[in-house]
């Protein structure tokens, strides 16, 4: 089993839905991060949280909310889809980065979303 | 603006040769670079780090080269295998706080 699960893996909306990307791990991280890649943008992050308590917004939140259920499940909003939402969603996980460790992200295998 | 740039979208390489790919920064602060390898329907996978205080980090076929002063580090792959063959992206963290992604590289490796 994926580490970092994302559901659903694909989904074909409509403009005006409400969408709900949700996330899980079994890594037992602190800290959990949302991620859009767009062709020739690479990776832009949308919202991270160091933890349960905490929420931080990222490059692009507009239009995004996000919810940290527990330590280990952390789910993306999008409140009104928009057709420029569509996009390849990424969830990430990373330890606390601790003097000396790179502190590395670990992926899940990412959600594809159209938003017609 | 991009703190973190990859300027060239593809690379192709012949199998058995190096493979080079570069990567530009801008934030001063960044204590950590990451390059990040990533196939088709899969999510980014962490490759290699390199601390800033270091110039040069070494794991089996891939080495990642930092120069501090032209806030510039490459990935260097010896030798290419088809196998590699996948979108490459830089990574960069911010002391304690969050990771900046480049737009990342194609690299085809050519059997």
């Known amino acids: 089993d994926a580490d970092v699960t994302q559901t659903p893996r694909n989904r074909i909306t409509k403009t005006g839905k409400r969408i709900m990307l949700e996330c899980s791990q079994t890594?037992?991280?602190?800290?959990m991060y949302w991620y859009r890649q767009d062709p020739g943008l690479g990776l832009r992050l949308i919202y991270y949280s160091f933890d349960v308590k905490d929420i931080n917004k990222g490059e692009i939140s507009d239009g995004y909310s996000v919810s940290r259920q527990a330590q280990a499940k952390f789910s993306l909003s999008l409140e009104s889809a928009i057709p420029n939402q569509t996009a390849l969603y990424f969830c990430?996980?990373?330890?606390?980065?601790?003097?000396?460790?790179?502190?590395?992200?670990?992926f899940g295998e990412g959600s594809r979303l159209t938003v017609l | 603006d991009q703190q973190v740039k990859q300027n060239s979208p593809s690379l192709s390489v012949q199998e058995g040769r190096i493979s080079i790919l570069n990567c530009d920064y801008t934030n001063s602060m960044f204590d950590y670079f990451l390059w990040y390898k990533k196939y088709p329907a899969e999510g980014p996978t962490f490759l290699i780090s390199?601390?800033?205080?270091?110039d040069k980090n070494e794991d089996g076929r891939f080495t990642v080269f930092l120069n501090k002063s032209a806030k510039h580090l490459s990935l260097h792959i010896v030798p290419s295998q088809p196998g590699d063959s996948a979108v490459y992206f830089c990574?960069?963290?911010?002391?304690?706080?969050?990771?900046?992604f480049g737009t990342g590289t194609s690299l085809t490796v050519i059997p």
């Open positions: 390199i601390s800033s205080i270091k």
């Open positions: 990574a960069a963290r911010e002391t304690g706080n969050q990771f900046y």
């Open positions: 890594k037992g991280h602190d800290r």
């Open positions: 990430a996980t990373s330890d606390s980065g601790l003097a000396g460790v790179a502190g590395e992200l670990f």
